[in-house]
């Protein structure tokens, strides 16, 4: 349990408002390596959150942090392979799946698109019960010593030179050096300090719950084996796309081992195509809208929630600021963007990462200025930045499958050249410096690899110009795009498999090929020098097998045993 008794005559390294998937993952790892952590929560665990669906890029930002500040549990939620360490309440993440829908039609089974996550060498990923990880991930801070406030709102936060005072509702203070706000949109910093910045190009509302009876879309519509896909959509994020909005069905009984009968669904809406309807309730609204669609109503024919609806006006909003002097924002606190690509912990927890570093060094030397903590705030908004025009031009394709059909492939991309290098980073760090040395030239997608920057903001530049519903614009802008694309020398084959029509990328990834000289794996010159540094493919296949025996669930599981053992 959390300590309950007074602490306020102590005097702690840092306190965290807020103990989300972000604020306990960074006490746990300040908590272990020796800061004193005070963690301040307005409601009690387990408690209901969204972000749910993990991406690569989170996976390999948690295995980072669990490898560079010796805290494993932060790794817990990056794969399956720790199921049974974390418990079945989760459910596994085998692929990104898109199904593009018109008003009126059902849906076309040529209009697909399931992007498959590689099962090599760390297993498929998760969708993560937010209560039941946040809950796991706040427990491991409180063992590694951070001292965990909840039903504790707080009311005021004081900042002086020489410390910070953090007043809860009940009036009790408590007095750190250092303050990270993790309190979400209602951050008691960003609206003290009129931060919050709404000049985002994604214009989206929401409504979401939690339900049951929510079947495999292809129970309602043909097979897995007609789609032609690898997997069924109910094996990972199924995401339904049509003109203005988009459809989250994020299920946890979807693997024979589960043990959560419920599914995550959400609804994302452009409000200036459709306004909110608040005369009627959320539920109603939701209903009535899917009907638009046939083969999304259909899934949702004996769908219950199990929990309140909740209906948010426009959703994206950022910061103009992120970090003072003695204080910062952090994970919804600093920004939030419409989830679309499930970007949204790949940023809080890169954030994190940059912020333990920054904090551990701060507390070294004393020095806890804005300017120390500069870094944080110019990767946090570069960060929203990209996500938001990326889901901002994705919304805008979605009026012309055509359109989507090459825009998508940026996303892709972009995805995978930032894996790529996060996974190169961490197994060719020699220490936590040159790891960061790498992650400051980081964007959210594209691996921080100039020509990738340029060849996107080209995409992104059609796109923005152009009018979707223009038919001809469209053919035009497919075309240019097309062109750009065939000087990507450095795009996978796969992805130009797309391009020419294929609708998924292959199950299985792993060939002979990939270790070909100069047009394999590692690629050659700039790019290779980027991603790869001066390996050798030898070091390739050393790596991956390392990482396969590392990351396996028995190498996990004795892991877990020696440490329980330790702990007694």
Not at 430 to 438: A, K, N, P, V
Not at 455 to 471: F, S
Request: aromatic residues 12%; glycine residues 8%; contains cysteine.
């Amino acid at each position: 349990m959390a300590r309950s008794y007074p602490l306020t005559g102590e005097r702690f390294d840092v306190a965290i408002i807020g103990s989300g998937i972000g604020g306990s993952s960074l006490a746990a790892i300040l908590a272990r390596n020796g800061l004193r952590v005070l963690v301040l929560e307005a409601q009690t665990h387990p408690k209901f959150a969204i972000g749910e669906s993990m991406i690569l890029e989170t996976s390999e930002t948690m295995r980072a942090l669990a490898e560079l500040y010796s805290v494993p549990e932060v790794a817990y939620y990056s794969s399956e392979n720790y199921l049974p360490l974390i418990g079945t309440s989760h459910g596994v993440k085998r692929h990104f799946s898109f199904l593009h829908h018109s008003e009126g039609r059902t849906q076309d089974r040529a209009r697909s698109l399931q992007a498959v996550i590689p099962r090599q060498p760390h297993g498929h990923e998760l969708h993560l019960y937010r209560q039941d990880s946040d809950y796991h991930l706040t427990s491991a801070a409180i063992a590694y010593g951070a001292n965990v406030l909840q039903n504790t709102p707080v009311q005021d936060i004081e900042l002086y030179a020489d410390r910070v005072e953090v007043i809860t509702a009940r009036g009790d203070r408590y007095t750190a050096s250092y303050v990270v706000d993790a309190g979400g949109y209602r951050s008691i910093l960003a609206e003290r300090f009129g931060l919050r910045d709404r000049n985002m190009r994604t214009h989206s509302r929401g409504l979401f719950t939690h339900m049951v009876n929510v079947p495999d879309f292809h129970d309602v519509a043909a097979s897995r084996q007609v789609y032609g896909l690898p997997f069924s959509v109910a094996e990972g994020t199924l995401h339904h796309v049509f003109h203005g909005g988009w459809m989250w069905v994020i299920p946890f009984n979807n693997h024979p081992k589960a043990t959560n009968p419920l599914c995550s669904v959400g609804l994302m809406l452009d409000e200036r195509i459709y306004p909110m309807q608040e005369e009627v309730s959320p539920e109603e609204e939701f209903f009535t809208f899917i009907e638009r669609f046939p083969s999304m109503a259909a899934q949702f024919r004996h769908a219950r929630a199990v929990r309140h609806w909740t209906r948010s006006g426009r959703i994206s909003y950022s910061s103009t600021h992120v970090a003072g002097d003695r204080y910062c924002l952090l994970g919804h606190a600093a920004g939030f963007v419409d989830p679309l690509y499930s970007k949204g912990l790949y940023t809080t927890m890169m954030s994190i990462s940059v912020l333990a570093d920054l904090l551990l060094d701060a507390h070294a030397d004393g020095d806890y200025s804005a300017a120390r903590f500069q870094p944080l705030e110019t990767l946090t908004l570069a960060y929203v930045r990209t996500a938001d025009r990326l889901v901002a031009n994705s919304y805008k394709s979605w009026s012309d499958y055509r359109l989507w059909s090459v825009y998508s492939v940026l996303w892709l991309l972009g995805a995978y050249l930032e894996y790529v290098k996060l996974t190169s980073m961490r197994v060719r760090a020699r220490s936590r410096r040159s790891y960061y040395d790498e992650v400051y030239a980081l964007k959210l997608a594209g691996g921080g690899y100039p020509p990738f920057d340029e060849a996107a903001a080209r995409v992104d530049e059609i796109v923005e110009e152009i009018n979707p519903l223009d038919p001809e614009a469209v053919e035009r802008a497919v075309k240019e795009i097309r062109r750009i694309y065939d000087g990507v020398d450095f795009m996978p084959e796969a992805f130009r498999a797309l391009l020419d029509g294929k609708n998924h990328l292959p199950k299985q990834k792993l060939r002979l090929g990939l270790l070909k000289p100069n047009d394999g794996f590692l690629g050659h010159g700039e790019y290779r020098r980027h991603f790869f540094g001066d390996k050798p493919a030898a070091a390739l296949v050393t790596n991956f097998v390392r990482e396969k025996i590392n990351y396996s669930s028995a190498m996990l599981g004795r892991k877990y045993k020696r440490a329980a053992i330790h702990a007694q």
